[in-house]
């Protein structure tokens, strides 16, 4: 939990962003300089869209030690509704209530704690709609 | 002179909540005496990956969303809150990059108990009214701290509301402002230590009644109107039967206050106690209708505001997540969990 | 056309037992497996002219630098390059000293593989760790683990191919009864299936027993080129690698088309397969990457041994069983030998060399023309793919 790279990322990980280049069209995650599909750096930030559905997930109960504050977590694979997909823990949430397919809806959450005299990482996770 | 106002509004309740019999059967209290006392039968608690900076820019985000202006022109933010989770590195700076606003703008947090939100709310309002700022968000947003078997541990809740004000597109209009202050000890904390202090009864009388009754008197002084000029009436709610009370003393009918009662089924919010009241009633009003707002801090100080709402209200009372819409998302914890939440387990 | 290289043969193995040895350290590890390497292969330390180390933790760790350490001890003073690829990182030694010898740069090599991992102790640090051979922005500080990463790919493959619960657990059962006879196993014991069901899960469906462990150990080859083999005729037990491959796919999960194929493990296979002209069908005994079930169920599809599909099957079924219809982790694979990071990859290696010459006593796999070892990297972003022959056999 350094803070040049908390700080690097935080913008990517408070708004979920990726690119949406200029040549090919087309939006990729994360954000990056270059196209993924076509190689150009003619791309533009974009940012993902706010809703999706869950493809897969699962829970966590073994985690390291600054994310274990909040384990057991669910975690999963979101196919957002710009069909972008992204890996995010789903949480206000029971595990056994979570179905493939389930609406969610992105919101700013803890992700990691350093200690009690750290740094606090913030970040997008998931919740049910 | 500028005409100014609210141009939107936003709210944010953490999803679990805990009874006061949960609370009262670990102490040995009688839970049916408390609820007739305090009239707030479940407070909200935030869950493990929640914070004061998380509900905020929640809170934020959601009168972002409901507006339907660019966050970019926005031009000051204020958080008040008695809970930041640094003691030094702002909440303020988080809420902005999250939302986002852009680079160029006005930020800090603010601590005046109960009513650090309103205060920042006043400095949007001077800020627009002069012309230094288009935009300006105040948010009121607190994990509330109460001592376990203290008093206030049956009513500290969770939440945050976001106030955001400018001069274009006024969903409601203020007519004036108006602040109380003096020096009071009836509640505080020191540097380092966790939990606040507070004076018992001396907490009602001459802290919360008095200032709250001045401020509200003195806009009502200053504005020449009387609280049957008011359709909507909203105080700090400490508990239920407080702002009830003050309203009655002031003359206002119970049906004034009611519909801002969220304390009712979520406890006390401290800084975003009042203004989560004031959205409330956004979310209800129709134009033309006159609300009277009187924020308390411990310490002490009241701040009151009068407005008028205006025709433009009705385009932003349809947005999902509402305060109707948190206030049904519930899931109930016992005492057990509510330690692991409010991470007493050291 | 493409140039295939020199001849490259394996002349030694080294292997120390697997566990964990809170007495002992990198350096003593490494150099038992070494020294062991160069005893088997019966020649002169001097003719060995680098070293390739494969070691996952080593350089950020009270491990660091071991390998000048190791070879200080072995009292040779040779070049060395430590190799990285995560928990494939013995593999990709490997491959890195092949090439040296393929290309014409040495004519012998020494590789090692060695990891010491139970000096981690704290909760999470082996999470940490393995957070590494994920996408670390966006799948690890994001909240997931290896694991948590697996049990999404579990879940896939049941949802896709109505693979089981005890389809999945007979892959431990499996590897548990063939590590019974593997005198360097961590765990030299049967587990029934009851136990791998009822365990607690740690990460739907993926129980407390699943993963395979993460422990100390080193593994060590000496690897030569044909033209030594000619100027040293007295050499036995040359065996042969007949291919050497590896492959790419994306890092992370979200990226993927499909999570029930590890894409870098079809195409590395396809090529090693076609380099030696051979089929799948053509293996006899195969050393695969079986960090959870699913994977050495995956590992069997897309190393085309099974259809798509038919790994649970095939596993429950005793197919994948010594000497039955292809012996799958005759060494007991990673979940019963253990897996120290660095070290299982050229273990895997160790096992199939010693299978071809025939010296694996009671889990040794009859009539083996071909054997292969498979070794991956996270959840496949890296796999690697050896194709071993009899002593005759050329490239």
Known sequence: MEPPKIWREKRQKYLALGISCKKCGKRSFPLSEYCPYCGTNDVEEYRLAETGKILYFTNVSMTSDEMAFNAPYCLGIIELNDGIKVTGQIIDCDYKDLRKGMEVKMVFRILARDGHEGLIKYGFKFTSM | ?346 | MRMNGRNVFVIGTGLTKFGEFYDRDSTSLATEALNAAINDAKIDRSSIKSAYFGSMTSNSSPHSVFSSKCLRECNMSIPYTRVEAGNASGAAAFHQAYISLASGIYDCVAVIGSEKLSDFVKNGTIEKILGSTIDYQWEYEIGATLTSLYALITKAHMREFHTTMEQLASVPVKNHKNGKENPHAQFRREIPLDRFLSAKRISDPIGRFDLATHCDGSSALILVSEEYLERNSEIKNKIPILSSEHSTDVLALHHRESLTQIKSTVTAAKKAFAKVGIEPTDIAVAEVHDAFPISEILAIEDLGFFEKGEGGNATEAGLTQLNNKISINPSGGLKARGDPFGATGIAQIVEIVEQLRGRADKRQVSEIEYGLTHNIMGTGVLAYVNIFGQEEMKQ
């Not at chain 2, 809150?81 to 700076?93: D, F, G, I, L, Q």
């Not at chain 2, 607190?142 to 955001?164: M, N, R, V």
């Not at chain 2, 009864?201 to 200032?211: D, I, L, N, S, V």
């Open chain 2, 1 to 346: 002179m500028n005409k100014v106002g609210i141009v939107s509004y936003g709210s944010y309740i953490p999803q679990y909540r805990i009874s006061v019999e949960e609370i009262a059967h670990i102490w040995g209290e009688d839970a049916t005496e408390l609820k007739n006392q305090l009239q707030v039968p479940k407070k909200s608690v935030l869950g493990l990956d929640e914070d004061v900076v998380t509900m905020a820019v929640e809170s934020a985000r959601n009168a972002v969303n409901l507006w339907d202006g660019e966050p970019k022109l926005i031009g000051a933010i204020y958080v008040g809150s008695e809970s930041h989770p640094y003691a030094v590195k702002p909440t303020a700076t988080i809420v902005s990059e999250a939302l986002p606003t852009g680079k160029e703008i006005m930020a800090a947090d603010l601590e005046f108990a109960c009513k650090a939100g309103t205060a920042g709310m006043q400095m949007c309002f001077g800020l627009v009214k002069s012309d230094m700022i288009n935009y300006g968000l105040a948010i009121g947003s607190d994990d509330s701290q109460a001592k376990p078997s203290d008093p206030l541990e049956y009513t500290a809740g969770a939440g945050s509301a976001a106030i955001l004000i400018g001069s274009e597109g006024i969903i409601a209009e203020l007519e004036g402002t108006y602040s109380v202050t003096s020096d009071t000890p009836d509640f505080w904390r020191r540097e380092g230590a966790t939990y606040p202090s507070h004076g018992q009864r001396f907490t009602g009388k001459p802290a919360y009644f008095q200032h709250s009754i001045d401020a509200t008197k003195g806009i009502m002084n200053q504005l020449q109107t009387n609280p049957s000029d008011y359709d909507y009436v909203v105080f700090h709610q400490p508990n239920t039967k407080f702002p009830l009370s003050v309203a009655k003393m002031l003359g206002f009918t119970k049906e004034q206050v009611e519909l801002s009662l969220v304390c009712r089924h979520i406890g006390n919010t401290y800084s975003a106690s009042s203004m989560l009241g004031l959205n409330r009633i956004l979310e209800k009003a129709s134009s033309g209708e006159r609300i009277l707002m009187t924020s308390y801090g411990s310490g002490a100080g009241s701040d009151s505001f009068s407005f008028v709402v205006t025709d433009k209200i009705e385009k932003l009372q349809s947005y999902p997540f509402d305060i109707e819409y948190y206030i049904k998302r519930t899931k109930d914890i016992d005492y057990g969990l509510y330690t692991r939440y409010k991470g007493l387990l050291k």
